[in-house]
Antibody, heavy 118, light 110 residues
């Protein structure tokens, strides 16, 4: 059974940092590219970042470029999102999601809540 | 990039058919056959119901179908059921190698 479990969310002050993790199981992790998708309270999902299975390709949405870093450890079946210089508008539930076909997301975790507030 | 445009709400009676549109541009929806659709119930993660415009993942009801014409994609739900009441989002791959979601549509079963 495919499982994705996010962790690392919490409350942080503006300008602070957090590192999110996503533990994957039930599939060949290296065979799939992965995404981070976030959803602010009461809003729709927003794509954040993508990383290829081999880690050779990475993309970000414009609003997080230079502040967020996606990475993965294929030996540990884990996906990460390092978030620096956090802003209030980064407040959201952050989901990791598996890529099925060109940015379609077939499995999602339950999400981890990030709140940026002073 | 601005979110893909969806109607805010669509409603129908049980057994009826409804359709939800998703309008983008030639840089996203119109560029590739990489449009997907998601169903989201309150407090839950989105669930993939259509990928690559018209393909259904295993286990998704055949009552859900997708299509695309130009810069507009559509999701159709036939034989509307109470359990279909949820928020629906489209998503597209873009020419910038990024992802783009729609504004979302609340489906109400009357």
């Amino acid at each position: 059974e495919v499982q994705l479990v996010e962790s690392g969310g919490g409350v942080v002050k503006p300008g602070g940092s957090l590192r999110l993790s996503c533990a994957a199981s039930g599939f060949i992790f290296t065979g799939f590219s992965m995404h981070w998708v976030r959803q602010a309270p009461g809003r729709g999902p927003e794509w954040v970042s993508w990383i290829s299975g081999s880690t050779t390709s990475i993309y970000y949405t414009d609003s997080v470029k230079g502040r967020f870093t996606i990475s993965r450890d294929n030996a540990q079946n884990s996906l990460y999102l390092q978030m620096d210089s956090l802003r209030a508008d980064d407040t959201a539930v952050y989901y990791c999601a598996r890529d099925l076909s060109a940015y379609s997301y077939d499995y999602w975790g339950r999400g981890t809540l990030v709140t940026v507030s002073s | 990039q601005s979110a893909l445009t969806q109607p805010a709400s669509v409603s129908g009676s049980p057994g009826q058919s409804i359709a939800i549109s998703c309008t983008g541009t030639s840089s996203d929806v119109g560029a590739y056959n990489y449009v997907s659709w998601y169903q989201q119930h309150p407090g839950k993660a989105p669930k993939l119901i259509i990928y690559d415009v018209s393909n259904r993942p295993s286990g998704v009801s055949s009552r859900f179908s997708g299509s695309k014409s130009g810069n507009t994609a559509s999701l159709s739900i036939s034989g509307l059921q109470a359990e279909d009441e949820a928020d629906y989002y489209c998503s597209s791959y873009t020419t910038s190698s990024t992802g783009l979601f729609g504004t979302g549509t609340k489906v109400t079963v009357l």
